[in-house]
Nanobody, 117 residues
Framework: QVQLVESGGGLVQAGGSLRLSCAAS????????MGWYRQAPGKQRELVAR???????NYADSVQGRFTISRDNAKNTVYLQMNSLKPEDTAVYYC???????????WGQGTQVTVSS
C-alpha cells in the first residue's frame, strides 16, 4: 500500500501563487508515476500534471507554462508550484500515485485551492 498526504492548499487572489506538497509513504519503490488531479464543483476530475520515475513530465493544456511539477526522491515528496493562478483553477486538488507492480492507483484526501477574482 501507498499512503499520500497533501498540504499547501488555501485561498489566494488571482495572479498569486501556491505550492502543493504530497508526501508518500509505504511501498514507495513500487511507484512509477505521481501527479495531481483536480475536481471543480459540477465537473469531472481532470489531470493537472504528472511526473514519472524517470522525471518525465506532462501537463494539462490549461496549466502549461503556469504550473510546475517536481519531485524530491529523498523526501518521497512531489510538489506542484502554481503561478499566475486564475479563478478557474479553483478546485479540490488530489495527489495520486500509480504502481504498475501493484496494479493500483492511490489517492490523497484532497486539498482545496480557491482563487478569488
Amino acid at each position: 500500500q501507498v499512503q499520500l498526504v497533501e498540504s499547501g492548499g488555501g485561498l489566494v487572489q488571482a495572479g498569486g501563487s501556491l505550492r502543493l506538497s504530497c508526501a508518500a509513504s509505504g511501498i514507495i519503490f513500487s511507484i512509477n508515476a505521481m501527479g495531481w488531479y483536480r475536481q471543480a464543483p459540477g465537473k469531472q476530475r481532470e489531470l493537472v500534471a504528472r511526473i514519472t520515475s524517470g522525471a518525465g513530465t506532462n501537463y494539462a493544456d490549461s496549466v502549461q507554462g503556469r504550473f510546475t511539477i517536481s519531485r524530491d526522491n529523498a523526501k518521497n515528496t512531489v510538489y506542484l508550484q502554481m503561478n499566475s493562478l486564475k479563478p478557474e483553477d479553483t478546485a479540490v486538488y488530489y495527489c495520486y500515485a500509480h504502481s504498475s507492480i501493484m496494479g493500483a492507483d492511490y489517492w490523497g484526501q484532497g486539498t482545496q485551492v480557491t482563487v478569488s477574482s
